[in-house]
């Protein structure tokens, strides 16, 4: 299986990666061989690729990055490079080999330490593979000190190092870097496209993966959890219930406090089954007695203390990321009723609850509707700024019953 086949939609993209990684393999192979490099080249040494949350950029950096690392002796007889089976990529595709390095971050911001560290790893050379691959899925996160100290190494590349950068536009990118890179658009993956792949490489059931493919608006990632997950399903139900429960002021700050307090359930779960883990490991790693209870090797405080500022600053990331998710779901409905107010040919995503759907409609016009619209995005970007979550929800929800 090529490595481009879980590429959803994105026809254009996947033809301008597998021209650059043809170009790519002859640079190289004329490297090795002491022959002269081809004039002109559709690679280069720094991608950036843009799209809407669930387009599929980590994953097109991904096939991208497995496709120059591809050693298939087919490419000899004239095959592209990504044929998914040999050692380059499938070692690259499932994360272990060892001239990519795939960062992607589960806290708020990428800092300086780390990109200073991926910076220094970018100058070395090839140690099995064809290229050096930087894959920075998060390049939307890194802080403005951790962009200055990438720049320079976007400037300035090894000869056989690649940067693949990720992020949702290229506002969220510093303008001096995405200068200095090949940019690349995906687009939102269509609903039949997404429904297909779930069918057919995950096995779902098709009514079922049509329908988690059409409530998530051809965003992959959360099509395949939807349908995947019983408990993704419930807790999607409970939010889209929401819109029909802001009949007064006490109900909206219910509905609220419920919405975070499941975010909030969502980020302890997460942090039980990874923090006791990682704290047990960094334990044992210091030395310290077997089991919870064990007395620390003195000096080791400071380390212990950086591992819980960490995991408390992924609890937040995970709590803000279930909000967001929510609030998604929110803004879905909402764009359904308005697609049934001004009698849109659009396809309705959460056609299941269309009788909840038609009620709202009935109850105001446009209108209101692009005002509730117009709180939720307002929410999100109050949590984005740091403002109490459960403040951000109240004045949310509070919006949406004045509508």
Not at 155 to 182: F, G, M, N, Y
Not at 239 to 248: G, T
Not at 356 to 385: F, K, N, Q, S
Request: glycine share 8%; proline share 5%.
């Amino acid at each position: 299986m090529p490595v481009w086949d879980d590429l959803v939609g994105q026809e254009r993209v996947q033809t301008q990666l597998a021209a650059a990684a043809r170009d790519a393999d002859a640079l190289v192979t004329a490297a090795e061989h002491g022959e002269q490099a081809p004039a002109a080249s559709k690679m280069t040494h720094a991608w950036l690729f843009t799209g809407p949350p669930g387009s599929g950029r980590a994953t097109a950096a991904r096939a991208f990055a497995a496709a120059l690392q591809c050693t298939s002796p087919d490419r000899k007889l004239g095959a592209d490079p990504g044929c998914g089976f040999c050692d380059g990529c499938h070692t690259t595709l499932v994360g272990t080999h060892a001239d990519v390095e795939v960062v992607r971050t589960d806290l708020l911001s990428i800092g300086v330490k780390e990109t200073r560290d991926l910076v220094r790893r970018a100058q070395l050379s090839p140690a099995v593979g064809r290229w050096q691959v930087i894959v920075l899925e998060d390049a939307d996160r890194l802080t403005e000190g951790a962009g200055n100290v990438l720049l320079k190494a976007v400037e300035e590349p090894a000869p056989r190092t690649v940067w693949l950068l990720c992020a949702p536009s290229l506002e969220d990118v510093l303008p001096t870097i995405r200068s200095r890179c090949r940019h690349l658009t995906l687009r939102t993956p269509p609903v039949s496209a997404v429904a297909d792949v779930l069918v057919r490489r995950d096995g779902i059931e098709p009514a079922l993966a049509a329908a988690a493919a059409r409530a998530t608006q051809g965003h992959i990632g959360r099509a395949r959890r939807l349908a995947t997950d019983e408990a993704a399903r419930s807790r999607r139900a409970a939010v889209l219930k929401l819109p029909l429960r802001v009949d007064d002021v006490g109900a909206c700050l219910k509905a609220a406090q419920e919405l975070v307090d499941a975010a909030a359930e969502d980020a302890k779960q997460v942090a039980e089954e990874i923090d006791t883990k990682e704290t047990e490991e960094l334990r044992a790693a210091l030395g310290a007695s077997a089991g919870t209870g064990g007395r620390m090797p003195r000096g080791t405080a400071g380390v212990m203390k950086e591992l819980e500022d960490r995991q408390k600053r992924r609890r937040t990331r995970t709590q803000r990321d279930s909000l967001d998710l929510a609030l998604t779901d929110l803004t879905g409905f909402y764009r359904d009723v308005l697609a049934l107010q001004l009698g849109s040919a659009v396809a309705i995503a959460n056609e299941e609850i269309r009788p909840d759907l038609d009620r709202v409609a009935r109850a105001g016009g446009p209108e209101r509707t692009l005002r509730r619209i117009e709180a939720i995005i307002a929410c999100r970007e109050a949590l984005d700024r740091n403002v109490a979550p459960l403040l951000a929800v109240e004045a949310m929800t509070m919006a949406l019953r004045r509508g």
